[in-house]
């Protein structure tokens, strides 16, 4: 009865000796145990893969490259401007008070096309997919509509790590002298956005609201006029989609756009909101 034990504890010391020796192959953080987090090296490696998380291995970058090959498809352009033009009003007319419905129906969307993604690469048939996008955008919506303060915050937080991304090319090129600064920018500009879309919301969006919305407003009557076939030099052309003639009314593209239009309308409301004896309901209530 003694020779099992025996040998089951003999097999465990060359376990743990054959372990042992193949622990000097190993990297040397696995080796010394945790990594230092304080270590520039380790900080520097995070803000390198930061600065490429747009790289092909990113579902991020999966998503995005099939929305906007949809939003070009030829077939669904006055679809889309439709929907640039109706989200452009809401938002022109009274973007605070119809942001949380407008913020919700986004994200439902969103969630119903991500569920239609995954399901066509799981190889569905059509009824399981559109069962599978009602769900998802159904309980998205729940979620989001029950818990609008908590969506804003991760919100504030995309847009500001978004808007300090596209204007943080100066501060990744001294990440090599001083690792961790293109971490701590990116921080900053997480926080920022939150204070933004949550303290700060109303303020912000009656000042950002008739921007954007004049911006879907033009992009989507251009694309919808040039459609019904008029022509001039000044509308987008019959065959460019509404996403084309959006970034050529805007001038730039990718995040560099968030951050330098966000920022005179950040301006613009933190001088707002300095004395409410600037706004004219007030001087006429008065």
């Not at 992009?219 to 040039?226: D, H, P």
């Not at 959006?246 to 951050?259: I, K, Q, V």
């Given at each position: 009865m003694m020779r099992p034990a025996l040998a089951m504890a003999s097999l465990a010391v060359g376990a743990s000796a054959s372990i042992g020796s193949q622990a000097v192959g190993l990297p040397r953080g696995l080796q010394e145990g945790p990594p230092n987090l304080?270590?520039?090296?380790?900080?520097?490696?995070?803000?390198?893969?930061?600065?490429?998380?747009t790289s092909s291995a990113s579902p991020i970058l999966a998503y995005g490259k099939t929305v906007q090959g949809w939003l070009n498809e030829p077939s669904c352009q006055i679809f889309v401007a439709s929907a640039a033009l109706i989200a452009g009003l809401c938002l022109t007319w009274d973007g605070p008070q119809l942001w949380k419905a407008l913020f919700t129906l986004a994200l439902a969307c969103a969630a119903a096309f991500a569920a239609r993604f995954e399901a066509e690469a799981w190889h569905l048939q059509i009824f399981?997919?559109?069962t599978v996008m009602c769900q998802a955008?159904?309980?998205?919506?729940?979620?989001?509509y029950w818990g609008f303060e908590g969506s804003q915050v991760l919100l504030g937080s995309c847009c500001g790590f978004a808007g300090a991304y596209g204007m943080g090319a100066w501060v990744r090129s001294l990440d090599a002298t001083a690792?961790?600064?293109?971490?701590?920018?990116?921080?900053?500009?997480?926080?920022l956005g939150i204070q933004i879309f949550t303290a700060w919301r109303r303020g912000m969006l009656a000042c950002l609201a008739p921007v954007l919305g004049g911006l879907l407003v033009s992009s989507a009557v251009g694309t919808l006029i040039s459609r019904a076939g008029l022509r001039t030099p000044f509308l987008p052309k019959d065959t460019e989609s509404w996403l084309t003639a959006t970034e050529a009314l805007l001038g730039l593209d990718g995040t560099s756009s968030l951050a330098l239009f966000g920022l005179p309308v950040f301006v613009a409301a933190t001088v707002n909101g300095f004395d409410d004896a600037r706004r004219p309901l007030a001087v006429a209530g008065a």
């Amino acid at each position: 009865m003694m020779r099992p034990a025996l040998a089951m504890a003999s097999l465990a010391v060359g376990a743990s000796a054959s372990i042992g020796s193949q622990a000097v192959g190993l990297p040397r953080g696995l080796q010394e145990g945790p990594p230092n987090l304080m270590d520039p090296q380790l900080l520097q490696d995070s803000c390198s893969r930061l600065a490429n998380f747009t790289s092909s291995a990113s579902p991020i970058l999966a998503y995005g490259k099939t929305v906007q090959g949809w939003l070009n498809e030829p077939s669904c352009q006055i679809f889309v401007a439709s929907a640039a033009l109706i989200a452009g009003l809401c938002l022109t007319w009274d973007g605070p008070q119809l942001w949380k419905a407008l913020f919700t129906l986004a994200l439902a969307c969103a969630a119903a096309f991500a569920a239609r993604f995954e399901a066509e690469a799981w190889h569905l048939q059509i009824f399981s997919i559109f069962t599978v996008m009602c769900q998802a955008a159904v309980i998205v919506g729940t979620a989001v509509y029950w818990g609008f303060e908590g969506s804003q915050v991760l919100l504030g937080s995309c847009c500001g790590f978004a808007g300090a991304y596209g204007m943080g090319a100066w501060v990744r090129s001294l990440d090599a002298t001083a690792p961790g600064l293109a971490m701590f920018w990116y921080i900053c500009g997480s926080v920022l956005g939150i204070q933004i879309f949550t303290a700060w919301r109303r303020g912000m969006l009656a000042c950002l609201a008739p921007v954007l919305g004049g911006l879907l407003v033009s992009s989507a009557v251009g694309t919808l006029i040039s459609r019904a076939g008029l022509r001039t030099p000044f509308l987008p052309k019959d065959t460019e989609s509404w996403l084309t003639a959006t970034e050529a009314l805007l001038g730039l593209d990718g995040t560099s756009s968030l951050a330098l239009f966000g920022l005179p309308v950040f301006v613009a409301a933190t001088v707002n909101g300095f004395d409410d004896a600037r706004r004219p309901l007030a001087v006429a209530g008065a």
